[in-house]
């Protein structure tokens, strides 16, 4: 009779164990590192295994049942502590609580449907993390121009690591939703921490407050981190619009640009970090001409952190011959750009898939600041 191995999901027909296969038995005793006595036959290795975790637990008088679902919830815990980029401390503790709640007087055990397939799932994850963390330091010699081989073509080379985490379709095994939720977690932190944006501190931190926000989604975040808004001021595309409102309000000694009705948008295109971050904002400015006369400017960006700007391949494509057309530029740096423009729109993309997901959550954004005795330039 078939059975499914409670570690990797597999079908085995091994009479002598009814937890595992014969091969995630040998991992799980890596893992423990333990070695089983040459004296245990076969067809006992999984009980002496149970029994071993049941004893280090200091559980006692527990039926056969009891310390097949200890196992479990052990092993789970061994795999949480091993894997990176996710804070699984939360899980650990309901794991934790339901292997103490585990002792002879509870009777026949019936497992928390909460926990169900919990092993499974970490043990996937453990795989998941792993693999993206080989396929990272892949990623960050191409991205960082350490890796300029000609096998690069558009940014194809990027986007098959990341496709295993993000085949996405529609799951009614409630595991799978789980294990490809928990794929989608680690691949996001990973690109916050500095995998992919490196030094994109704007990008990185409305990243980080997309996946941790809990809760009410439409609560606005501001902008206070004073190297940001220092950046912020000095960047050209800034620079231009507000030199564009200046102009128009030259003759006045006071303006505010339009809440409503038609209003100011403003957009960074310059910047990779504040491209990836601010899109399709709105500017609100409000100008006192000083006795020096020059501005004293209050200045607001809003917008939403968002992915709606889903880039379809034929429209890579085009910005990709784009690219390729700049003279000014060696073959490396075409490649190079093609890459980096290349990652924020599959990024992008990606976004949208853990946003239905819930991994992802959107929410407005507000940035502040005032730049004192501004003049357009020329004036």
């Known amino acids: 009779m078939s059975k499914k191995c409670k570690l990797c999901g597999k079908t085995f027909n091994n009479n002598n164990y009814q937890l595992f296969g014969t091969s995630c038995f040998k991992t799980i005793c890596d893992l423990m590192d333990i070695v089983i006595p040459k004296s245990i036959k076969e067809k006992n290795k999984e009980k002496y295994l149970c ?18 679902y200890l196992t479990e919830l052990y092993l789970a815990t061994l795999f949480i502590d091993k894997i990176e980029y996710v804070n699984l401390n939360k899980l650990k503790k309901k794991i934790k609580k339901q292997i103490d709640n585990i002792n002879f007087f509870t009777g026949v055990f019936l497992p928390n449907k909460d926990l169900s397939m919990v092993l499974y799932s970490m043990y996937n994850l453990y795989n998941a993390t792993d693999t993206f963390k080989k396929n990272l330091a892949e990623i960050e010699k191409i991205y960082k121009g350490e890796k300029n081989d000609d096998n690069i073509k558009d940014d194809k080379k990027v986007i098959q690591y990341f496709q295993y985490i993000f085949k996405v379709k529609k799951i009614l095994n409630p595991k799978e939703y789980a294990l490809s939720y928990y794929r989608q977690y680690i691949f996001w932190e990973t690109v916050i921490k500095g995998g992919l944006l490196f030094d994109y501190q704007l ?37 231009l619009k507000l030199d564009e409102i200046v102009k128009e309000y030259n003759d006045e000694k006071y303006f505010k640009t339009a809440t409503e009705g038609e209003k100011e948008t403003f957009a960074f295109e310059n910047n990779t970090d504040y ?40 429209e890579y494509n085009d910005k990709y011959k784009e690219i390729n057309k ?41 940035i502040s600041f005032s730049i004192n005795n501004y003049e357009k330039e020329g004036d």
């Open 326 to 366: 700049q003279e000014d530029k060696t073959q490396t740096q075409k490649a190079m750009s093609s890459v980096k423009n290349g990652l924020g729109y599959t990024l992008n993309n990606m976004a949208l898939a853990s946003v239905q997901y819930g991994v992802l959550k959107e929410y407005d954004v507000k």
């Open 275 to 314: 491209k990836f971050a601010i899109h399709n904002a709105e500017i609100i400015v409000e100008g006192n001409k000083n006795k020096d006369n020059k501005w004293d400017l209050n200045i607001e960006i809003l917008d939403r952190f968002d992915f709606t700007d889903f880039v379809f391949p034929e």
């Open 51 to 68: 029994s071993l975790i049941a004893k280090k637990l200091n559980k006692k008088r527990l039926t056969i049942k009891q310390k097949q």
């Open 203 to 239: 990008a990185a931190k409305l990243l980080r407050h997309s996946l941790s926000e809990v809760g009410d989604s439409s609560k606005t975040y501001n902008v206070t981190d004073k190297d940001i808004i220092e950046n912020i001021k000095k960047d050209v595309d800034l620079t």
